[in-house]
Protein backbone atom coordinates (compact mmCIF):
# COMPACT_ATOMS: atom_id res chain seq x y z
CA UNK A 1 0.00 0.00 0.00
CA UNK A 2 1.55 3.36 -0.71
CA UNK A 3 -0.22 6.55 0.58
CA UNK A 4 1.00 9.55 -1.44
CA UNK A 5 0.32 13.47 -0.63
CA UNK A 6 1.48 16.03 -2.58
CA UNK A 7 0.80 19.51 -1.09
CA UNK A 8 1.62 22.92 -3.22
CA UNK A 9 1.39 26.08 -1.30
CA UNK A 10 1.99 28.34 1.76
CA UNK A 11 -0.18 25.94 3.61
CA UNK A 12 -1.99 29.48 5.16
CA UNK A 13 -3.76 30.99 2.05
CA UNK A 14 -6.34 28.38 1.46
CA UNK A 15 -5.34 27.76 -1.92
CA UNK A 16 -2.73 24.72 -1.53
CA UNK A 17 -3.34 22.19 -4.02
CA UNK A 18 -4.22 18.29 -2.54
CA UNK A 19 -4.05 15.38 -3.89
CA UNK A 20 -4.17 11.93 -1.98
CA UNK A 21 -4.11 9.05 -2.91
CA UNK A 22 -3.52 5.38 -1.26
CA UNK A 23 -2.99 2.68 -4.23
CA UNK A 24 -1.39 -0.78 -4.64
CA UNK A 25 -0.53 -1.10 -8.30
CA UNK A 26 0.20 -4.53 -10.21
CA UNK A 27 1.50 -4.30 -13.45
CA UNK A 28 -2.19 -4.33 -15.46
CA UNK A 29 -3.13 -1.02 -13.21
CA UNK A 30 0.07 0.25 -13.97
CA UNK A 31 -0.20 0.02 -17.67
CA UNK A 32 -3.96 1.25 -17.38
CA UNK A 33 -2.74 4.44 -15.32
CA UNK A 34 0.04 5.19 -17.98
CA UNK A 35 -2.24 4.83 -20.97
CA UNK A 36 -5.17 7.28 -18.84
CA UNK A 37 -2.01 9.74 -18.80
CA UNK A 38 -2.46 9.70 -22.90
CA UNK A 39 1.63 9.01 -23.19
CA UNK A 40 2.01 6.69 -25.91
CA UNK A 41 5.25 4.62 -26.80
CA UNK A 42 5.29 6.22 -30.23
CA UNK A 43 5.56 9.71 -28.57
CA UNK A 44 9.43 9.37 -29.24
CA UNK A 45 11.26 12.25 -29.66
CA UNK A 46 14.18 14.39 -29.45
CA UNK A 47 13.48 15.44 -25.64
CA UNK A 48 12.88 11.47 -25.54
CA UNK A 49 16.99 10.88 -26.35
CA UNK A 50 18.15 14.34 -24.07
CA UNK A 51 16.45 12.67 -20.99
CA UNK A 52 17.97 9.68 -21.46
CA UNK A 53 21.81 10.74 -22.28
CA UNK A 54 20.99 13.03 -19.56
CA UNK A 55 19.91 9.85 -17.13
CA UNK A 56 21.81 7.48 -18.59
CA UNK A 57 25.19 9.06 -18.65
CA UNK A 58 25.50 12.26 -16.81
CA UNK A 59 24.26 10.65 -13.39
CA UNK A 60 26.79 7.91 -13.54
CA UNK A 61 29.66 10.55 -14.49
CA UNK A 62 28.54 13.12 -12.50
CA UNK A 63 28.38 11.16 -9.55
CA UNK A 64 31.62 9.64 -10.03
CA UNK A 65 33.55 12.52 -10.56
CA UNK A 66 32.50 14.10 -7.40
CA UNK A 67 32.47 11.63 -5.55
CA UNK A 68 35.90 11.04 -6.38
CA UNK A 69 36.69 14.73 -5.84
CA UNK A 70 35.61 14.50 -2.24
CA UNK A 71 37.08 11.38 -1.64
CA UNK A 72 40.60 12.20 -3.06
CA UNK A 73 40.83 15.76 -3.45
CA UNK A 74 39.10 16.94 -0.31
CA UNK A 75 40.09 14.04 1.54
CA UNK A 76 36.56 13.10 2.92
CA UNK A 77 37.31 9.76 1.60
CA UNK A 78 34.40 7.19 1.02
CA UNK A 79 32.56 4.78 3.51
CA UNK A 80 34.40 1.28 5.09
CA UNK A 81 34.19 -1.35 2.48
CA UNK A 82 33.55 0.98 -0.26
CA UNK A 83 36.23 2.05 -3.22
CA UNK A 84 36.03 3.85 -6.75
CA UNK A 85 34.65 1.03 -8.66
CA UNK A 86 31.93 1.46 -6.48
CA UNK A 87 31.06 4.68 -7.34
CA UNK A 88 30.57 3.86 -11.05
CA UNK A 89 27.85 1.34 -9.56
CA UNK A 90 25.85 3.78 -7.75
CA UNK A 91 26.47 6.31 -10.05
CA UNK A 92 24.78 3.49 -12.73
CA UNK A 93 21.89 2.93 -10.32
CA UNK A 94 20.79 6.40 -9.61
CA UNK A 95 20.71 6.70 -13.29
CA UNK A 96 17.34 5.51 -12.85
CA UNK A 97 15.40 8.59 -12.50
CA UNK A 98 12.14 7.62 -12.82
CA UNK A 99 10.08 9.71 -10.64
CA UNK A 100 11.78 13.12 -10.23
CA UNK A 101 11.79 12.67 -14.47
CA UNK A 102 8.61 12.64 -14.88
CA UNK A 103 7.30 15.28 -12.53
CA UNK A 104 10.05 17.36 -13.67
CA UNK A 105 9.08 16.36 -17.26
CA UNK A 106 5.39 17.52 -16.60
CA UNK A 107 5.86 20.55 -14.86
CA UNK A 108 8.73 22.41 -17.40
CA UNK A 109 6.98 21.16 -20.62
CA UNK A 110 3.25 22.58 -21.60
CA UNK A 111 1.54 19.37 -22.54
CA UNK A 112 1.67 18.27 -25.68
CA UNK A 113 4.45 16.55 -27.77
CA UNK A 114 7.55 17.25 -26.06
CA UNK A 115 5.80 16.44 -22.91
CA UNK A 116 5.20 12.97 -23.71
CA UNK A 117 8.88 12.41 -25.82
CA UNK A 118 10.23 13.72 -22.24
CA UNK A 119 8.30 11.27 -20.00
CA UNK A 120 9.29 8.78 -23.01
CA UNK A 121 12.24 9.52 -21.80
CA UNK A 122 12.27 9.04 -18.15
CA UNK A 123 10.44 5.47 -18.59
CA UNK A 124 13.73 4.42 -21.07
CA UNK A 125 16.10 5.11 -17.46
CA UNK A 126 14.78 1.81 -16.61
CA UNK A 127 17.81 0.76 -18.94
CA UNK A 128 20.01 1.59 -16.10
CA UNK A 129 19.38 -1.39 -13.83
CA UNK A 130 20.58 -3.62 -16.70
CA UNK A 131 23.44 -1.17 -16.78
CA UNK A 132 23.95 -1.49 -13.38
CA UNK A 133 23.88 -4.96 -13.09
CA UNK A 134 26.63 -5.14 -16.65
CA UNK A 135 28.68 -2.47 -14.91
CA UNK A 136 28.76 -4.59 -11.43
CA UNK A 137 29.68 -7.72 -12.70
CA UNK A 138 32.62 -6.33 -15.03
CA UNK A 139 33.86 -4.36 -12.22
CA UNK A 140 33.13 -7.28 -10.18
CA UNK A 141 31.76 -5.11 -6.97
CA UNK A 142 30.67 -7.07 -3.97
CA UNK A 143 28.65 -6.87 -0.98
CA UNK A 144 30.81 -6.49 2.24
CA UNK A 145 29.72 -8.16 4.85
CA UNK A 146 30.47 -6.10 8.52
CA UNK A 147 29.24 -6.12 11.62
CA UNK A 148 28.88 -3.14 13.85
Known amino acids: MLDVEIVAGD ?3 GRDLRRC ?3 DLDADEWHARFLEDEVEFSAIGEATWLVTLGLLIGKPVGIFLFGWFAANVLRLGLPVGMDTRDLVVVGCVAAIGFTVALFVASV ?3 AGDIQDAAKMGALF ?8 LIVGAVLRVQKVHQTI
Open 11 to 13: GKS
Open 21 to 23: AAF
Open 108 to 110: AFP
Open 125 to 132: SFGASVIS
